[in-house]
């Protein structure tokens, strides 16, 4: 089974508490660093991929879900 494609940045709470359940759970995840500092979130791919441009963002197999508890 491919892994579910997870999105963060480290400094991000949300981001971690994802990555932490999803390894709890023995999902498996390949992670994808994005750089804040070079706003790397508002990148045309990353855009059409999330237009809300929030961390964290999870591609599994082309459904995509990303963080929707706060204004991003």
Request: aromatic residues 8%; hydrophobic residues 45%.
């Amino acid at each position: 089974m491919r892994p579910i494609v997870m999105y963060v940045a480290p400094p991000s709470p949300t981001s971690r508490a994802v990555v932490i359940a999803a390894r709890y759970m023995q999902i498996n995840i390949k992670l994808i660093i994005i750089d804040l500092m070079e706003n790397e979130q508002k990148e045309d791919w990353f855009v059409k991929m999330n237009p809300q441009h929030c961390l964290p963002t999870i591609n599994d197999n082309g459904f995509i879900l990303w963080e929707s508890g706060k204004k991003c």
